[in-house]
Each structure stands twice: as C-alpha cells, then as structure tokens.
C-alpha cells in the first residue's frame, strides 16, 4: 500500500452553509461553527493549486496551509547527568 503525502488547509469563511462546498476540494476533517473555519486534508502535489482555487470562493475569507509536514518530529533523548543519576539511585 502506498502512503501518499497530505497536507492540513485552515479554511476561514463567512457562513456556515457553505461548509457543504468545501467538502469538493477535499477530505473534511472538522469544521468550528463559532470561530468559522474548517481543517480540510489534501494531497501535498495539490496543495498550491487548492488555495488558489478556495480563495477565489466568494464566501472564504482565507486560507491558511499548516506546517505539520515540515516539522521534525524524530526527537533525541537527553542523557541524564551522572550526578543525577548517582542521587537517583541513593533516593536523596
């Protein structure tokens, strides 16, 4: 099976009712009825060409990409001092 690269798009609009519409540009994931904006996923190849195409909505009032996909997420273990480590064993 092959995992394809996705990409969050924070869509910001006007009205609820149109929430309907957005589901064409791609995978609705939430939509928050008091602060008006939806999290849409779409594929990372597509993702320049969907802006584009949801800002031109007459009822969007922006759109913002998310960065999840950039951040490192492999994370280094910190050694633990040797004098810490010696306390930890006394059970100071």
Do not use: C
């Not at 994931?29 to 802006?51: G, P």
């Not at 800002?55 to 009032?61: D, G, I, K």
């Not at 633990?80 to 930890?88: A, M, S």
Request: aromatic share 12%.
């Amino acid at each position: 099976m092959i995992r394809t690269e996705r990409q969050a798009l924070i869509v910001w609009f006007q009205h609820m009712k149109n929430v309907k519409q957005l589901k064409r540009y791609g995978h609705l994931i939430s939509v928050s009825r008091k602060l008006r904006y939806a999290v849409i996923y779409v594929d990372q190849t597509d993702v320049e060409e969907k802006v584009t195409k949801l800002e031109r909505l007459p009822f969007v009032s922006k759109v913002d990409p998310s960065y999840k996909p950039f951040i490192r997420t492999t994370y280094e273990n910190k050694s633990i001092q040797k004098t810490k480590e010696y306390e930890y064993e006394m059970g100071i």
